[in-house]
């Protein structure tokens, strides 16, 4: 069974700082996705950003990027610039390629921006 | 574009008592659809998943059950609530070959 790590629960980052979110990740398969999604106090659950494993180069979007290392299954999430609204739940997930494509979550990592 | 509406937003019910909570999609045709549930500050957990109209795979046994009449409308439901049922409930959609879920706003079920 695939699993995913995040060994973070909560993290604090100054505004206008660069913060890390780190995941790790378990599966003998070569052809899959991860993300990061965000989860505000609102609780809607948010695309950040997605890294096809195939892929050598790390997704960005804006302020966001990954740091994918697939020989580590290592799949981190840099914050740029952190704004308050980034205050957030962030969970890292996995899915294969395929039919179903079901997500596996982590158990997220609590982020807060502080002024 | 693409919408996925989830209803109700809250809800509040004894133990003993049926539930159905209603997930539809607009924008989109023949979409995967998800329900997961999210305990207190845990992560979610995939519940049921359907790639098309009567079709419904079950990951985790339990007291809920799915239907899926129309091609864009998922159903959860339970003909009698546990205390345990008590959580956060969250529909996806996926189209096609695209690997990414997206989510209604979720349902808040407490099971009194």
């Known amino acids: 069974a695939q699993t995913v790590t995040q060994s973070q629960p909560e993290m604090s980052v100054q505004e206008a700082e660069t913060v890390t979110l780190s995941c790790t990740y378990d599966t003998s398969e070569n052809n899959y996705y991860l993300f990061w999604y965000k989860q505000p106090p609102s609780r809607q659950m948010i695309l950040v950003i997605r890294?096809?494993?195939?892929?050598?180069q790390n997704a960005t979007e804006n302020r966001f990027s990954v740091n994918f290392q697939k020989a580590a299954k290592s799949f981190s999430l840099k914050i740029s610039d952190s704004q308050l609204g980034d205050t957030a739940m962030y969970f890292c997930?996995?899915?294969?390629?395929?039919?179903?494509?079901?997500?596996?979550f982590g158990t997220g990592t609590r982020l807060q921006v502080t002024l | 574009s693409q919408t996925i509406h989830q209803w109700p937003a809250t809800l509040v019910q004894p133990v003993g008592s049926p539930l159905s909570l209603e997930c539809t999609v607009e924008g989109t045709s023949n979409p995967n659809l998800y329900w997961y549930r999210q305990a207190a500050g845990r992560g979610l957990q995939l519940l049921f998943y359907?790639?098309?109209?009567?079709?419904i795979s079950s990951e985790v046994p339990q007291n809920l059950s799915a239907s899926r009449p129309q091609d864009r409308q998922f159903i959860l439901s339970s003909k009698k609530l546990l205390l345990s049922d008590s959580g956060f409930y969250l529909c996806?959609?996926?189209?096609?070959?695209?690997?990414?879920?997206?989510f209604g706003a979720g349902t808040r079920l407490s099971v009194l």
């Open positions: 890294q096809e494993a195939y892929k050598q």
């Open positions: 997930a996995f899915t294969f390629t395929g039919t179903a494509s079901k997500l596996t």
């Open positions: 359907s790639v098309g109209i009567g079709q």
């Open positions: 996806a959609w996926r189209q096609g070959l695209s690997n990414i879920q997206y």
